[in-house]
């Protein structure tokens, strides 16, 4: 099966198509270099052309082409992903979604849109309609595409209160376009979900969305201090479980993250001050402030409110989720990260183990996140990089611990989840892309169904370097 490339461009030429090498090398990366070990290994990856179509119509036609012409098609919504999801590997036709960007319908407590719209102008449109907002976003809210975070993300912002995106009710419906010779626009609800879900664009494009919506609220932000690490994490914790204070966010950095990594905090902590970043709605104030005080060995050191910091912070939520890792890479190039589940009921235990054992080498930064109607942690550990192998031996040690690893040194679907085939992607790849040309590489059940996990996959279609 040979990719007729020449073929494919000529005849998507009457619509948006990028050759230009320069925005071609940029429109076929994402943020996987800020892993030593995909950094190795995806730098050369790039696609032979970008085409962005402006409808539904327009991607039926680019994927009825690629498929004739056996092109490989890798859907790319922004590009801020962390594992290559968005990158060609196998080269062949970047599908970029930015054109598709209409948000369509706003109803009470719902918001049908186009992927590529970006979260924040999502979140604008629904405020500005009516006082709403979606529930969950990720830290990349400024510059990731909704589409995109449906595909390729987890959770974010929010799922300290609404839990993950693969949570029943979370995600309402999804338009999905199939790669066949004649493709299809399938509508899936309910259990149909998950098969397009965290697919990385595997098995169907997505080319509308249907999101439900909270209440919007001007969140105060918030850092709160600790002299204990022990203090700070029971502090996210149990506010996360007081039932009647509404927050979005509670995050904690192990000193000295905030002395070391967050330049404008710097000036306002020691470097063994332990931190919790946080966001409250503002009806919720008077329940929080009673809250803090019945906890002696905390203080608030910033309010978006009420400050007389000379430089303000910006966003709180912009220091959470993956944006610790960023901004620590900033400052120490060998930092990386590891993506850690510590579970009910033993997260707390766990966290302490894993300290115990790694600290200052593995420093813990834990999203408060909602699993289940538990409170649990979402650890994105920042690491301190020396080898790949001792990459794998700390790892190995969380697993063996009982805390579960998404890795995030890897590009494929199963070693970045839970090293299993999932079934139903599997079942919907078979009917959707029956040969193969979507975001090739990604899924090894589809390349390798015999694949046991005991070594990095190594997608053998992968473009060779120049
Ligand atoms: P892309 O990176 O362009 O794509 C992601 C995946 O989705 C790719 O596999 C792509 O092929 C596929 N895709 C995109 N659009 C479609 C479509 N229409 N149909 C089918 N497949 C499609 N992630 C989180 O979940 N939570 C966080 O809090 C978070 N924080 C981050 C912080 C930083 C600093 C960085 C760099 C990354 C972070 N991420 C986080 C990862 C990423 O930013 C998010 O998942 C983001 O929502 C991805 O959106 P995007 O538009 O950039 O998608």
């Not at 494919?8 to 892993?35: I, Q």
């Not at 029971?234 to 967050?262: C, M, R, S, W």
Request: include cysteine.
């Amino acid at each position: 099966m040979t990719a007729d490339i020449a073929a494919a461009k000529a005849a998507l030429a009457h619509l948006e198509l990028d050759e230009n090498p320069v925005s071609l090398k940029a429109k076929s990366r994402d943020f996987f270099w800020y892993s030593p070990v995909l950094k190795a290994r995806l730098d050369h990856v790039v696609g032979d052309f970008a085409v962005a179509p402006r409808t539904e119509a327009e991607v039926i036609e680019v994927l009825r082409t690629c498929y004739r012409h056996n092109v490989p098609v890798t859907t790319r919504g922004a590009g801020t992903g962390n594992y290559g999801q968005a990158m060609p590997l196998a080269g062949g036709c970047v599908l970029h979604m930015r054109n598709m960007a209409a948000v369509k319908e706003i109803h009470p407590g719902r918001v049908i849109v186009e992927p590529g719209c970006l979260l924040k102008d999502l979140d604008a449109a629904t405020k500005a309609h009516s006082g709403q907002e979606i529930r969950m976003f990720s830290s990349t809210w400024a510059t990731a595409t909704i589409g995109g975070f449906i595909a390729g993300g987890s959770g974010g912002v929010g799922s300290c209160t609404w839990g993950s995106l693969r949570d029943l009710g979370n995600i309402i419906r999804l338009r999905v376009v199939t790669m066949e010779e004649e493709p299809r626009v399938l509508e899936f609800r309910g259990e149909e979900l998950a098969r397009v879900s965290h697919a990385y664009g595997t098995n169907g494009i997505i080319s509308e969305i249907e999101m439900p919506l909270a209440p919007a609220y001007d969140w105060v932000e918030m850092f709160v201090a600790t002299d204990e690490f022990d203090d700070a994490m029971a502090f996210a914790e149990d506010l996360a479980n007081q039932d009647g204070i509404l927050i979005k966010l509670a995050t904690v950095f192990e000193a000295p993250i905030a002395h070391d990594y967050f330049q404008r905090v710097k000036p306002h902590v020691e470097p063994a001050t332990n931190l919790v970043g946080l966001m409250v709605a503002p009806h919720s104030m008077d329940g929080f402030l009673t809250f803090l005080g019945r906890r002696p060995r905390a203080r608030i050191i910033y309010r978006s409110d009420d400050n007389d910091w000379a430089r303000g912070p910006g966003p709180v939520f912009e220091y959470g989720w993956n944006h610790t890792t960023l901004r620590a890479l900033k400052v120490d190039p060998s930092i990386t990260y590891l993506q850690v589940r510590y579970g009910f009921p033993r997260h707390r235990e766990l966290v302490a183990k894993m300290r115990e054992k790694f600290s200052p080498e593995v420093l813990q930064h834990l999203e408060v996140l909602r699993e289940g109607g538990k409170v649990i942690f979402a650890g994105l550990s920042l690491v301190k990089f020396t080898t790949e192998e001792r990459l794998d031996e700390i790892v190995r040690a969380h697993e063996e611990a009982g805390a579960m690893i998404f890795n995030p040194h890897r590009y494929t679907l199963e070693e970045g989840g839970r090293q299993t085939v999932d079934d139903r992607q599997l079942r919907f790849k078979k009917e959707a892309d029956p040969k193969g040309l979507l975001n090739p590489g990604k899924m090894i059940a589809w390349d390798d169904p015999d694949f046991k996990y005991d070594r990095v996959y190594a997608y053998p279609g992968m473009k060779a370097a120049e």
